[in-house]
């Protein structure tokens, strides 16, 4: 069987009989014009009702748009850290200690490292 993008798939369902104890498999084939994508949470950030404020350090910035994008959130990328409700940074930087991520650390500003 070959599956192709934005195809459906074929559904594997499995059940355990209650009385005799086996295994019974249903295979169910969807319609094909049953194609489900996954929901994006396109909510505001629950602290403030606004998007997440993002201060990048050491992390491209038009790769995270991207991302962003790509899974429909919406992100808002800052230059200034006292702007920002997360710093993204990557574990080497993290470990590195530089001024702005000491600076966040001081403020209490939750750090996502990657």
């Known amino acids: 069987m070959r599956f192709y993008l934005g195809q459906p798939q074929e559904l594997e369902v499995r059940q355990i009989d209650e009385k005799t104890g086996e295994l019974i498999v ?8 049953d194609v489900r994508r996954p929901a994006h949470n396109n909510k505001p950030h629950p602290k403030n009702g606004t998007a997440a404020k993002l201060f990048l ?3 491209n910035r038009g790769r995270m748009e991207e991302v962003a994008r790509d ?5 808002e990328v800052v230059d200034d850290l006292r702007e920002a409700t997360l710093l ?3 574990k080497k930087y993290y470990r590195q200690k530089p001024q ?7 403020t ?7």
């Open 100 to 106: 702005k991520i000491r600076d966040a650390e001081s």
């Open 26 to 33: 249903k295979h169910i084939q969807p319609e094909a014009n």
């Open 57 to 59: 350090y050491g992390v």
């Open 108 to 114: 209490n500003l939750p750090i996502l490292c990657f």
């Open 71 to 75: 899974m429909g959130l919406t992100l």
């Open 88 to 90: 993204v940074t990557s």
